[in-house]
């Protein structure tokens, strides 16, 4: 096998039949002569009657499980797991633990489980979490956690370590590690924090820091690239469901009745597709990687009208960031503001369209519509039972990693099992629906909606998502 050079910021081992991995940094590329210790899972009562509880150092996960027979093997990443050595003796660790970005369910179970991860398999005493995001670094906000602290926060929904968009400053987060002697940062969030957490590393490295820097992905929209799903979108699909039944009965219960649904999804529609698969209620999912338009034939308009002779009542979902182009057409202000974290500031989506179905159906037909945005009473409720197990594996994987040595890293599942995956793999793109794909297919066969593309735009999205990529 080859490898990069060392001093290449990636990793990139290659290998018989097209193999490819794409390694993440460890800490020997640096400090070649860093000593080692034997891992304290070793003797550790619970892991004793696993069979073989460290993980191989050649095991690897490939990105793409559909293959052909004369395909070559492809990408893969580092299996995550814990290994025989450790480069941290617990009694040195300084770790700690930051949230940021927006909530989202789960955010208190990964905090809990990394706490409890460093304190009962390795025998760390010493954990900071970072009040109030990235600017808690340097605001030197701190709270002191250990087992008694985080015990029952996984029942609450939101982080006890609070939270903010923006407010990072490299220089300044990394001056605060230093000075606090922190040698382990943990770093939960989306895909803007960890562009910041591949910035600190890059800081951390540069002045050549024993300092490991490890991610947990975490975002709601499923938008992270590579991985299979993040916490808090299975228990953002279940609650979403309490909004679609509710706007399904006050469709069912007046004549021409509609219930219109706005969920989360800024460049996104998976919890708006999964929660119109998962309902069976819903008559019409928009979402923003699908266009469509309102007026005239094969238009959403017409579809409303045919649905509502049919069946006397509808249900329409939206995710927040579909047709904003409709929108911006028809608004004087052009200026694109933007939020802390630099995402653009998404007009309500839901309010305009509203309007828009009242106003065209105003002469034609009495109608009833009701309009639920139930956004921030998803975002703040606990994980459930699926996400805390999500949670939990998340959690120490990035643990048995950090303490295994490697670094510059976010953990994620990968058809099904949990690796290292580098910063930039995470960071390069958005994930987002294929609507050439079988699961779009399916939700408009459930839907039966017309897919509102115009012709002339259907062969251009032939062309979304990664060329020679088989989904489900």
Request: glycine fraction near 10%; hydrophobic fraction near 35%.
């Amino acid at each position: 096998m080859s490898s990069s050079a060392p001093n290449s910021d990636r990793k990139i081992v290659t290998g018989p039949a097209g193999y490819i991995l794409e390694d993440v940094p460890h800490f020997t590329d640096d400090f070649p002569d860093h000593p080692t210790y034997p891992n304290p899972l070793q003797d550790n009562a619970a892991y004793s009657v696993v069979r073989q509880y460290f993980v191989d150092e050649d095991d690897t996960v490939p990105q793409k499980i559909v293959v052909h027979p004369d395909s070559p093997r492809g990408t893969h990443f580092r299996r995550a797991g814990p290994r025989q050595r450790v480069y941290f003796e617990s009694d040195d660790v300084l770790a700690c633990i930051v949230t940021c970005g927006g909530l989202c369910p789960g955010l208190n179970t990964v905090i809990r489980e990394i706490v409890c991860g460093l304190s009962y398999m390795y025998g760390v005493k010493r954990i900071l979490g970072i009040d109030g995001g990235y600017r808690g670094f340097y605001a030197r906000n701190t709270i002191h956690l250990d087992l008694k602290t985080v015990n029952d926060i996984h029942r609450s929904g939101g982080t006890i370590l609070g939270t903010s968009r923006g407010g990072h400053d490299t220089t300044k987060i990394v001056d605060s590690i230093q000075d606090r002697g922190i040698n382990q940062v943990y770093i939960i969030g989306g895909d803007g924090s960890q562009k910041g957490a591949a910035a600190i590393f890059k800081e951390v490295r540069k002045r050549g820091l024993k300092v490991a820097v490890a991610g947990i992905p975490k975002t709601i929209d499923n938008d992270i690239p590579i991985i299979d799903r993040s916490f808090g979108f299975d228990t953002a699909v279940e609650e979403a469901q309490r909004a679609i039944n509710a706007a399904h009965v006050e469709a069912t219960s007046f004549e021409n009745g509609i219930g219109l649904v706005k969920l989360m999804g800024r460049y996104s529609g998976f919890i708006a597709m999964y929660a119109t698969l998962a309902s069976r209620d819903v008559d019409c999912c928009l979402i923003p990687e699908s266009p469509f338009f309102l007026e005239g034939p094969g238009g959403l308009f017409e579809f409303i009208d045919k649905r509502l002779k049919e069946s006397g009542h509808m249900v329409i979902v939206i995710a927040e960031g579909a047709g904003q182009d409709l929108l911006a057409e028809s608004m004087e202000e052009s200026t694109i503001l933007k939020d802390a974290s630099g995402n653009k500031l998404l007009q309500d989506i839901g309010l305009w369209i509203s309007q828009r179905i009242k106003d065209h159906f105003a002469k034609k037909m009495t109608l009833t519509l009701k309009y639920i945005d139930p956004t921030y009473m998803i975002r703040a409720i606990p994980s459930n039972a699926s996400d805390n197990v999500c949670c939990t594996l998340l959690a120490q994987s990035a643990v048995h990693g950090v303490m295994a040595g490697y670094n510059g890293f976010t953990v994620g599942l990968v058809n099904g099992r949990h690796t290292y995956i580098p910063f930039y793999r995470i960071t390069e793109k958005q994930n987002k629906v294929v609507i050439t794909d079988r699961m779009w297919a399916r939700l408009l066969s459930s839907t039966n909606q017309p897919s509102f593309m115009k012709q002339e735009k259907i062969h251009s999205n032939q062309l979304v998502g990664e060329p020679g990529t088989m989904k489900w």
